[in-house]
């Protein structure tokens, strides 16, 4: 029973996460669930969060906070069927670099793709966005009306790729996979209602 306070991503919330704490709710109806949905890096302990849920590329930095792994984030390139219909069927990582792009945000110097072949091969796609945003959603969407390639999580796009409305371009190469985590003040002390939403997750 009792008030959680969790600070997660948007896309995270949209796609898993949210559906999750739902479903725990239902579970737990005395547990009351505070849920700040944030592209933030929140200061978990400043700011009086019971936890934090992140999605990070690896290597993950060092904290003083405890960290629990949840889950591994794999990403794809994807583009609409209109795109290949106008750039052709890579054979590549390469053939992608003139290719439209779009890519999640916020912005910086240079935006590369770093991919990884199933055989161990590795390339590194330089690309200049048409689009930059931290809102999943919209990339989802930008890359369905053509707008260009994205490099989006598979959960985000799962359901596209099925309708065919997304290809998956390249798949033999991906990125590394991301590392959805949680990470909280200390394992000593965890309210029950905390450890119970961890060991759901």
């Known amino acids: ?8 991503p948007p ?12 479903q725990f709710m239902l579970r737990h109806p005395e547990v009351q669930v505070h849920l700040h949905s944030t592209t933030r890096r929140v200061d978990v302990i400043g700011e009086g969060f019971d936890l934090a849920v992140r999605v990070r590329e690896p290597p993950l930095e060092e904290t003083d906070l405890v960290m629990r792994k949840l889950d591994e984030s794999v990403h794809r390139l994807v583009a609409s069927p209109t795109l290949l219909t106008r750039f052709g ?12 792009s779009l890519d999640f945000g916020p912005s910086h110097g240079e935006h590369f793709w770093k991919l990884h072949h199933k055989e161990g091969m590795t390339a590194s796609v ?8 931290d809102d ?8 369905i009306e053509g707008l260009g390639v994205a490099l989006l999580p598979t ?4 359901g596209d790729l099925r ?14 996979p991301w590392i959805t985590h ?20």
């Not at 029973?1 to 997660?8: D, E, N, P, S």
């Not at 069927?89 to 439209?100: E, H, R, S």
């Open 126 to 133: 330089r690309h200049h966005p048409r689009l930059v945003t």
């Open 155 to 158: 959960v985000a796009v799962i």
């Open 89 to 100: 069927d890579p054979a590549g990582p390469a053939d992608l670099a003139p290719w439209p």
């Open 182 to 201: 949680a990470v909280f003040p200390s394992r000593r002390g965890l309210l029950p209602s905390i450890r119970l939403l961890l060991d759901f997750l």
């Open 1 to 8: 029973r009792g008030i959680i306070r969790v600070a997660c």
């Open 11 to 22: 896309g995270l919330v949209t796609y898993q996460v949210g559906a999750l704490i739902a």
């Open 163 to 176: 309708a065919g409305r997304l290809l998956d371009l390249l798949p033999d190469w991906r990125p590394r």
């Open 136 to 143: 999943v959603q919209l990339l989802s969407q930008g890359a």
